[in-house]
């Protein structure tokens, strides 16, 4: 006899696709908080037809913008001035929401850590429809452009708290819409993010927000197809509308490109928004029934089954990028990251990983 599940879980996902406006402190985020609440009404109200909404997803940048990489922001300043608290005041206003729409939802935004006074991460988390905060992610791959911290810059301390397993790096919650993991933004980039989400059970990941031009270009596409199809699972990416980088900014910037979109277990695109500028979201039906179909019986599609995990360890051996730098100095300012991001480059070269150009100026040599 076949094994018999309980119920098919088949509902209503949403990317929003929010105008933001840059918050320069803590109280600024609520006019962001507001405008979320305004979209989510809507985007339910019009999606619900179809089946109901069980799942929302909110892109990075959505609650505080991206002020500090903006304007080169000292990192322990942000900390006082704009980082939140997971679970806090913000969260509980999404968790009202949630719980008024009986929904899950998913966001990002940049807050503070109990073991880590002096630093700030970029976190994404999952609210419930009970409004609880269920689940924490920490990003780990940065632009360069970025100041918040990452696990591996403070590895010794981060280790002895959460260990080295899979969980300590790419958590996943299991729940009964499915199990969610997420990346942001720039991790999405790398394959081996999505791929330890997967490793650990992810059915769907959250990936948010990724800047122009490389949304007009492709790679946001490229990258959010590849993951899922890479993986077997669904990728539901929401992505900026536009973005008033200050207060007294008259008209918002197409920063971003839109495009939020939903991508399924097989790669394809089921639903995305390709205009930007204006706030609007991407819906598509969700059958994580189906994706555990395809996992079960596919011989071809279904790749992590083939793994040979091996003979993949030996491209990781040696260490690219040094640890623990941040754990007594917080991130570094532009021009001197830049430095550092210089030093990885001069790595590759020496290394023999990649080959030199014909040509490259003093400054970059």
Known sequence: MPNKIDHIIQYMALALQPVIQGAHKREDIVRNLDHITELSRAAVWLSAIDLPVKLITIPEGALQGFTDEIFDWDHVDYVERSAIDIPGKETEYLGELARDLDTFIIAQAKAKHPEFPERFFNCAFVIDPKGEVIHVHYKMQVFA??????????WE?????YGSGLDAFFPVTDTEI??????????????ETARGLAMNGAEMVYRPSYPEPYVANGLWEIQNRARALDNTMYVIAPN??????????QFPIDTFGGNSMIVDYQGRVI?????GGSAS???AIVDI?????????????????????????LIYDEPLYEQNRCLTEPPLKHGENDKIVAQATQRMFDRDIWKRPSYLSDEEN
């Open 145 to 154: 452009r970025e100041h918040s911290t990452v696990p591996h810059d403070v």
């Open 289 to 313: 029934d189906a994706l555990r179909q395809y996992r079960a019986r596919s011989r071809w599609g279904n790749w992590l089954k083939d793994l040979r995990t091996e003979q993949f360890r």
């Open 178 to 191: 499915g199990r969610i993991g997420c990346i942001i933004c720039m991790e999405g980039s790398y394959p």
């Open 281 to 283: 979201y991407s819906g």
């Open 240 to 249: 900026p509308a536009a973005y008033a980088p200050l207060p007294e900014s």
């Open 157 to 161: 301390r981060w280790t002895e708290l």
């Open 271 to 275: 639903s995305n928004h390709k205009a």
